[in-house]
């Protein structure tokens, strides 16, 4: 089955795609990240857990070039992106795509050209094979009869699912999902959390979420990452970290949280 | 006092052609203000301070100076240097100088008003920076700011007498020149001034109008 979404040049599965080398984020005196290691591998399904101000969402902010690292150094498939030159940012950046926790559509363009913009001015694409892949994107997030409504029109959960279709216009490999779901009503979240799932199923793209939804960590990750003060304090599978936690902060957290 | 509906009659030839000249120095001042005012707020957003500096200086200045005198400035000085425009250009040129310091002020706070979330989805997107602002930050400012661009262009149309200082003849000087000639000032200014009242009103509707079609 030829999926929209894929990448058209997908990396080798398991090998290294992200990673990062005592990176360390300061904002004024508060240490966010403290020379964070990781890595994540090609294809994988990676969720990032633990309590507010653990330096999750700064991981998704520092890949997407919103923030600079203080110290160390950042890669994405082999590429460095800090420190880079602007023009050498600009050319890895093309390998990531966001999805934010408060959508950031653009009210002033119809959901359709809301899609096409970034594939038409990044990408070069024509405009008539952009406006095609986005209605298939937008078939694959339940949305093709809303191409001409402006993003105001919608719900949010409609919103966050144009912004879903919006990231993957840009065919990245890898997709960061910042709390996608935290700013929806509740009964809107399994229709937005369907559609990630159906992605992550059905393509090969690597993602990397920060969720504060359990059960959907457990379903899509093939690894969780628990933070804690800007430390990788646990890592494993969904089974392992959900069922038999070693740490006992860990423990805490999700006895919080489940 | 009487009131006399003959001079009112014989004013309205005379007042024609002053409405004429008070139209189009609000139209073209207008204009200038609104682009001038752009410019100024994306140049004080220049990552360079020697561009800010200047700038910041040169609109500030403007800005504290009254109208009055740069309209002389510009009318009776610059011709020392050579430079020599019609009254009516040096008019429009004035305030519309004037007031881009005042527009840029409005951009500036509609810019800023501008979420935050909106350039990082652009750097997601890896839109060029022209880019992002012509495609996602300009539309969404410009929009937020239509009303506050439509008073100024209101105060500006109350500031137009001010060019009959340089010999520019809009209604006011054409009311006043007729008063002279006639003894009669009654009825040319009660004329201008219901026409003032009647451009102001119709600018509003014009402008609520406009507010709806851009509420999104």
């Given at each position: 089955?030829k999926?929209?979404?894929?990448?058209?040049?997908?990396?080798?599965?398991?090998?290294?795609?992200?990673?990062?080398?005592?990176?360390?984020?300061?904002?004024?005196?508060?240490?966010?990240?403290?020379?964070?290691?990781?890595?994540?591998?090609a294809?994988?399904?990676?969720t990032?857990?633990?309590?507010?101000g653990?330096?999750?969402?700064?991981?998704?902010?520092?890949?997407?070039?919103?923030?600079?690292?203080?110290?160390?150094?950042?890669?994405?498939?082999?590429?460095?992106?800090?420190?880079?030159?602007?023009?050498?940012?600009?050319?890895?950046?093309?390998?990531?795509?966001?999805?934010?926790?408060?959508?950031?559509?653009?009210?002033?363009?119809?959901?359709?050209?809301?899609?096409?913009?970034?594939?038409v001015?990044v990408?070069?694409?024509?405009?008539?094979?952009?406006?095609?892949?986005?209605?298939?994107?937008?078939?694959?997030?339940?949305?093709?009869?809303?191409?001409?409504?402006?993003?105001?029109?919608?719900?949010?959960?409609?919103?966050?699912?144009?912004?879903?279709?919006?990231?993957?216009a840009?065919?990245?490999?890898?997709?960061?999902?910042?709390?996608?779901?935290?700013?929806?009503?509740?009964?809107?979240?399994?229709?937005?959390?369907?559609?990630?799932?159906?992605?992550?199923?059905?393509?090969?793209?690597?993602?990397?979420?920060?969720?504060?939804?359990m059960?959907?960590?457990?379903?899509?990750?093939?690894?969780?990452?628990?933070?804690?003060?800007?430390?990788?304090?646990?890592?494993?599978?969904?089974e392992?970290?959900?069922?038999?936690?070693?740490?006992?902060?860990?423990?805490?957290?999700?006895?919080?949280?489940? | 006092?009487?009131?006399?509906?003959?001079?009112?009659?014989?004013?309205?030839?005379?007042?024609?052609?002053?409405?004429?000249?008070?139209?189009?120095?609000?139209?073209?001042?207008?204009?200038?203000?609104?682009?001038?005012?752009?410019?100024w707020?994306?140049?004080?957003?220049?990552?360079?301070?020697?561009?800010?500096?200047?700038?910041?200086?040169?609109?500030?200045?403007?800005?504290?100076?009254?109208?009055?005198?740069?309209?002389?400035?510009?009318?009776?000085?610059l011709?020392?240097?050579n430079?020599?425009?019609?009254?009516?250009?040096?008019?429009?040129?004035?305030?519309?100088?004037?007031?881009?310091?005042?527009?840029m002020?409005?951009?500036?706070?509609?810019?800023?008003a501008?979420?935050?979330?909106?350039?990082?989805?652009?750097?997601?997107?890896?839109?060029?920076?022209?880019?992002?602002?012509?495609?996602?930050?300009?539309?969404?400012?410009?929009?937020?700011?239509?009303?506050a661009?439509?008073?100024?262009?209101?105060?500006?149309l109350?500031?137009?007498?001010?060019?009959?200082?340089?010999?520019?003849?809009?209604?006011?000087?054409?009311?006043?020149?007729?008063?002279?000639q006639?003894?009669?000032?009654?009825?040319?200014?009660?004329?201008?001034?219901?026409?003032?009242?009647?451009?102001?009103?119709?600018?509003?509707?014009?402008?609520?109008?406009?507010e709806?079609?851009?509420v999104?």
């Amino acid at each position: 089955m030829k999926e929209p979404a894929s990448h058209a040049n997908p990396p080798v599965d398991g090998s290294e795609l992200i990673r990062f080398d005592h990176v360390t984020k300061r904002f004024g005196s508060n240490t966010v990240l403290d020379g964070l290691d990781f890595s994540v591998d090609a294809g994988k399904h990676v969720t990032l857990i633990g309590p507010s101000g653990s330096g999750k969402t700064t991981i998704l902010r520092l890949l997407m070039t919103l923030v600079k690292p203080d110290e160390g150094t950042i890669t994405v498939a082999g590429d460095q992106l800090f420190p880079a030159s602007e023009k050498q940012v600009r050319e890895v950046r093309k390998k990531i795509g966001m999805v934010f926790q408060q959508f950031n559509l653009f009210p002033n363009m119809k959901v359709l050209r809301n899609i096409t913009e970034a594939p038409v001015t990044v990408l070069g694409m024509s405009k008539d094979e952009a406006e095609q892949r986005a209605r298939e994107l937008l078939d694959l997030v339940g949305l093709a009869d809303r191409c001409d409504a402006y993003p105001t029109q919608l719900s949010g959960g409609q919103q966050q699912r144009v912004a879903i279709a919006r990231a993957l216009a840009m065919r990245p490999q890898v997709l960061l999902l910042d709390e996608v779901t935290s700013a929806l009503d509740p009964e809107l979240v399994a229709g937005v959390l369907d559609v990630l799932r159906d992605i992550a199923r059905t393509t090969d793209i690597t993602m990397l979420c920060v969720t504060h939804e359990m059960n959907f960590a457990r379903d899509i990750s093939d690894q969780v990452l628990m933070f804690d003060s800007g430390h990788v304090i646990e890592t494993g599978p969904p089974e392992k970290i959900f069922g038999d936690p070693e740490h006992e902060r860990t423990r805490e957290f999700l006895g919080a949280v489940l | 006092m009487q009131w006399d509906w003959g001079a009112v009659a014989d004013f309205m030839p005379h007042f024609w052609d002053g409405l004429l000249v008070t139209l189009q120095a609000l139209a073209l001042g207008s204009v200038i203000s609104f682009v001038l005012g752009l410019v100024w707020a994306l140049l004080m957003r220049a990552p360079s301070r020697f561009v800010r500096w200047p700038v910041g200086a040169v609109t500030e200045f403007i800005r504290n100076t009254p109208l009055l005198v740069q309209l002389f400035f510009l009318f009776y000085v610059l011709p020392e240097w050579n430079i020599t425009f019609s009254a009516l250009t040096t008019g429009v040129v004035a305030i519309g100088l004037h007031y881009s310091t005042y527009t840029m002020q409005v951009y500036r706070a509609g810019i800023e008003a501008v979420p935050v979330g909106q350039w990082e989805a652009a750097t997601a997107l890896n839109l060029p920076p022209r880019r992002t602002w012509t495609a996602v930050i300009l539309p969404q400012a410009v929009r937020r700011v239509v009303p506050a661009l439509g008073n100024y262009v209101i105060a500006m149309l109350k500031d137009t007498p001010m060019l009959m200082a340089i010999t520019v003849l809009d209604m006011l000087g054409e009311a006043r020149l007729f008063a002279q000639q006639n003894f009669q000032f009654t009825e040319p200014l009660t004329v201008i001034g219901v026409a003032f009242i009647l451009i102001s009103y119709l600018a509003s509707v014009l402008l609520r109008a406009l507010e709806r079609r851009l509420v999104r």
